[in-house]
Nanobody, 116 residues
C-alpha cells in the first residue's frame, strides 16, 4: 500500500525549477516531521530537507538558498520548491513522514533529472 504519494518530478534544464508534492493517502496518524530525501546512482540516500509540524525547517548544505520545503498540515502534504537546479541535483527524490511515535513512512520516489 502506498501511503505517501509523490508527484512533480521530471526533466529540467540547469537553472530551472521544479516543485515536488507529497501527500499522505489518509492512513497515517500523528505525522510530526515530513521531508525529502534523494538518492543518486551509486550514492547514499541523503536528507534534502524536512519540516516539523510547527514549521521548523532543516536543509542539506548543498541545497540551502535554492530549495524551500513547506507543508500543509491540514492536508498532510509536504512540498519541495527547487530553484536554480543543478545537474548534481539529479536523483530519485523520496518523500518521508515520521509520526509522533517514531514510525517512518516513505513515498514511492520521483525522478528529477537536471540536464542540458
Amino acid at each position: 500500500q502506498v501511503q505517501l504519494v509523490e508527484s512533480g518530478g521530471g526533466l529540467v534544464q540547469p537553472g530551472g525549477s521544479l516543485r515536488l508534492s507529497c501527500a499522505d493517502s489518509g492512513s497515517i496518524f500523528s505525522i510530526n516531521v515530513m521531508g525529502w530525501y534523494r538518492q543518486a546512482p551509486g550514492k547514499q540516500r541523503e536528507l534534502v530537507a524536512d519540516i516539523t509540524r510547527g514549521g521548523t525547517t532543516n536543509y542539506a548544505d548543498s541545497v540551502k538558498g535554492r530549495f524551500t520545503v513547506s507543508r500543509d498540515n491540514a492536508k498532510n502534504t509536504v512540498y519541495l520548491q527547487m530553484n536554480n537546479l543543478k545537474p548534481e541535483d539529479t536523483a530519485v527524490y523520496y518523500c518521508n513522514a515520521i509520526t509522533d511515535f517514531g514510525r517512518r513512512y516513505w513515498g514511492q520516489g520521483t525522478q528529477v533529472t537536471v540536464s542540458s
